[in-house]
């Protein structure tokens, strides 16, 4: 909004004293957050096509690799909340209940011949879709499969239909699959594959199992990393212990439980609520009374404002950088195999927690992503320019946005170039070595050993 001089002409004619107009101040406070908003977006409950930013590219690019890491979709609550009934949801899937999917019975019938799959370790003996009349605790829902199939399918019109990124003839070498040894993240990996690559081959797909959350696979071993995250868990209870609505909160509804308050923050209430309001459930009741939406609304804030205040005190930053490290390394190594030529693992999946994804956007520098909502997508396309065959470009977005450029890496770059995309090497730099900077170290080995000043 400019401000400028203005000159009415009065009804007699003559020009009155030159004023200028004065604007009030604009809002410079953060908007007020609304719980039960955020709420519905972390539910991501499958409804209107989504729109997103994935493949777009300059005609002379060629895409040449994607990697994908996700959450898994909506499951069944991890916690109960004591002395009250369970969510009362069925985790059995039918194509005829909502939230469906057109490939849902499809879907269905594909995973039960899959025992020709290689699957590393326990995944074998888990379920490839959920089948309980009533959920197991973290168990996928049925609209935790219909989110991925949908998730599956816009990458499919995307990267398959458009950019043709794999051939019908597809080879195994060609996929890289990866899993934590979760029945939610097995089955949230193979409703996204399926509608990627509809009725694929079973005896292709390679499964490996990944212990860890952070998948740090062999480089788990980081003291500092441990220690960061405890200073980071002191901050939480600090912030905890400081709200008084919520302290109240936790006393009325352990009461209308009848369990000592202790007892119910350490049940996670809010794992649970968010179950009822996901799926449109009422809260739980007991002769002393019910749990209300006042309650979970004064809770979702409070999470919220632990999320705000987790990026600007940084020990989380410093938690993900070292938590991360060991991901994005094999990211990178990965790509600059790619770039150099290979053409093996062009499609990358790994399927994850919001423990995954989380440190992974703080590490990048992304500070206004939202806390991972269930099936979120976060991806690295890599581009070659096809002026300059030699020369690389990587895209990265989260659930179908462009975040390149706030990326701390590229930043900069945004600002003195035309270019739509990040050169390749500005990430290999940030993951080989600017990483490590803020730890006064060169390396993850060191960084993970140097205690702060």
Partial sequence: VHLI??????????????????????????????????????????????????GHAPHYFKLVSVQVLIRHGDRYPLYAIPKTKRPDIDCMLLPSRKPSHPQL???????????????DGSLSSLPRYPSHSLCEMGELTQTGVVQHLRNGQLLREIYIN??????????????????????RTLQSALALLYTFLPDFDWKKINMRHQWSTIFCSGSCDCPMRNHYLEEEQRR????RVKNNDLEKIYVDMAKIVGIPTRQLRASNPIDSLLCYFCHNVSFPCTKTGCIGME??????RHQLEDERERQEKKLYFLY?????????????????????????????????????????????????????????????????????????FIRILYNGADVTFQTSFCKDYYKR????????????NFVKRDMFLVFNSTSYYDACRRRPL
């Avoid at 170039?417 to 290999?428: A, I, N």
């Fill in 295 to 300: 309650h979970f609304k004064v809770i979702k």
């Fill in 105 to 119: 019975e499809a879907f269905i019938k594909h995973m039960s011949k899959g025992s020709a799959a290689q699957m």
């Fill in 417 to 428: 170039s035309s270019k739509p995309m990040c050169p390749l090497e500005k990430f290999v």
């Fill in 162 to 183: 458009k950019h043709k990124l794999l051939l019908s003839d597809w080879t195994a070498k060609q996929l890289y699959l990866e899993t934590t040894g979760k029945s």
């Fill in 320 to 392: 993900a950088l070292l938590a991360t490290h060991p991901l994005l390394n094999q990211t990178v190594n990965r790509l600059q195999r790619i770039a150099e030529g290979k053409k093996e693992e062009v499609f990358v999946l790994y399927s994850a927690h919001d423990v995954t994804l989380s440190p992974v956007l703080s590490a990048l520098g992304i500070t206004e992503a939202r806390f991972p909502r269930f099936a979120a997508r976060l991806v690295f396309e890599l581009w070659q320019d096809g002026k300059r065959p030699k020369e690389h």
């Fill in 236 to 239: 939480q209870y600090s912030l």
């Fill in 5 to 54: 001089p203005v000159n009415p002409i009065r009804e007699d004619g003559l020009n009155p004293k030159s004023r200028k107009r004065i604007m009030p101040d604009l809002l410079t406070e953060p908007p007020a957050i609304d719980p039960v908003y955020e709420a519905h977006v972390y539910c991501n409950i499958p409804t209107i096509a989504e729109r997103s930013m994935e």
